[in-house]
């Protein structure tokens, strides 16, 4: 019994270590936040950011990682230019004072081929709250023979006026749905 438990403890030595977490750049050119907000009860306002930076550790055995995410504030694009410079003032935004948004998630674990519920903070005008988002992994894989890239489809919903931004409440919806497609490369 004691030469099977250190034979063993000898081939797990040798074995090699489990894989662990690496570390992944969001891609900006293939990452697209988005929002849809309630307009005056008429319509759906649609909106993108067109900046997005930031950094996953992800280990794709366990299916676990840690996610940071910055958005240039200034990059909102509705398609009006004059509706994104008033976005951009101190009634929304105020990129001035407040020039990014930020997410950040530890310790999330995701479920190949279904969605999964992701516990993070989002912080915008300076206010940081919790906020869980829906997180649907694409795939893993090398992107057209070169980098090798995770992806996922991330949604949810939030209040507005709970991070401040209060503006024509409620004749411009409080309630913001995301969605935000994610290409995230691994560092070389």
Sequence with gaps: MLRATCLACALAAAAP???AAENYDLDPAHTYPSFEISHLGFSV????FQSTSGALSYDEATHTGSVKATIDAA???TGFAKRDEHLRSKDFFDVEKFPTLSFSAQGFTLEPG?????????TMLGVTKPVDLSVQPTQCAKRMGSDYVCGAMVSGAIKRSDWG????VP??????KI????EAVKRK
Excluded at 114 to 122: E, N, P
Excluded at 165 to 168: C, D, E, H, M, P
């Design 165 to 168: 931004l209060s503006a024509f």
């Design 17 to 19: 270590a489990w894989a």
């Design 179 to 182: 969605q935000v497609e994610v």
């Design 114 to 122: 279904k969605a999964a519920a992701v516990a993070g903070t989002l």
């Design 45 to 48: 306002l649609r909106g993108s």
């Design 75 to 77: 990059s909102i694009n």
């Design 171 to 176: 004749y411009v919806g409080d309630e913001v």
